[in-house]
């Protein structure tokens, strides 16, 4: 089969490799669509610690063409989707319930062989099913959009609150749909390019406002600006120094910033713990998955989450060794990896 590995740092090759055979607790999935992450691009970088060669991809979806003796609750034909995130259960933050700190994470697409290939396997704990009449290509938001349900989780919005999401890529836009869906009544995305604002307001935000304009505390927390006094709720989604030193300032009295960005690791910020203490600001981190990918499944399974407007573009294995060795083009929210294009 065909498989895009990164085969060192730096240097990614599309390879023929044997089809993989199942264990006894595996499933064999025959991929579908694989959605190519920031997160890629860090691992082909070197800013992310992975153990190549290995085939990346960690978004997919397909459907289940083998499934080794031990496997119960999948059978050949089934559409899935994989949680990449392999918890050990047996170290102390597993036992406390924290799988997504587990000390021993494995991640297919990562630290084993993910979804940019013909056929991916992964434990049979790790697989949801999805539904046959679903869009073949769907699933591969479930992976980032159980990313964003611990987000706003932690953020515990409210119905009737207010949310400001700082960043337009596909992060903030599932962010922005979860949010309402939650109950906020109001919904500010922030991000400066034109066609995502405009999808954002399709997609639930109630006002977009472009960072790149002026000061974007005062917009939309000054006396005259969209959210008088702040937010109830702040989701960072950008992973930039700017939008992270914003978050808690564009919290009201008493709100919660949840940082959902990833800032490359060293990287310092600016906050003013003054501010944090006096305006008693809730200034939370959210990381992966923990036990969010079944309803992450149910919610693209029922078309609650829009995730069609979100893909770009849809490629092949060449084209997406190229994409994930450059910056995204403009506008850009999410490629999608084919096999066969
Ligand atoms: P992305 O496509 O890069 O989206 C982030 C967007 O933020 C950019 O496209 C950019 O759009 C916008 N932006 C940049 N500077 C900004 C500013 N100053 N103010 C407002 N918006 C700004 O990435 P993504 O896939 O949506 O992911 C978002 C972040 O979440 C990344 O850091 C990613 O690594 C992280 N992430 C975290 C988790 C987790 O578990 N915590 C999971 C998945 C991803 P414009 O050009 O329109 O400004
Ligand atoms: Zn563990």
Redesign the pocket.
Known sequence: MKALRLEAIGRLAVSDLEKPVPGPNDVLVKVDACGI???DRHLFLGEFPSKPPVTLGHEFTGIVEAVGRDVTAFHPGMRVTGDPNISCGRCPECKRGRVNLCRNLQAIGIHRDGGFAEYVCMPEQQAFALPGDLDPLHGAFCE?LA?CL??VDMAEIKTGYSVVV???????LLVVQLARLAGATRVVL????AG?RRLAKDLGATATID?SSGDIVDLISGDGGILPGGADVVIE????T??VEEAPRLARKGGTAVI???MPQGVKVSIEPFDLLFREIRLLS????PFTHARAADLIATGAIKVEPLISRKIGFDEAARTIANP?P?GE?RALVIPGL
């Open positions: 992450c920031g997160t980032p990313c611990h987000g700082l960043g337009g890529g596909v992060i903030g922030a991000t400066r390019n995502k960072p989604c950008a992973g930039v700017e939008t959902l960005g990833v959210s990381f992966v998955n995204p403009a929210i």
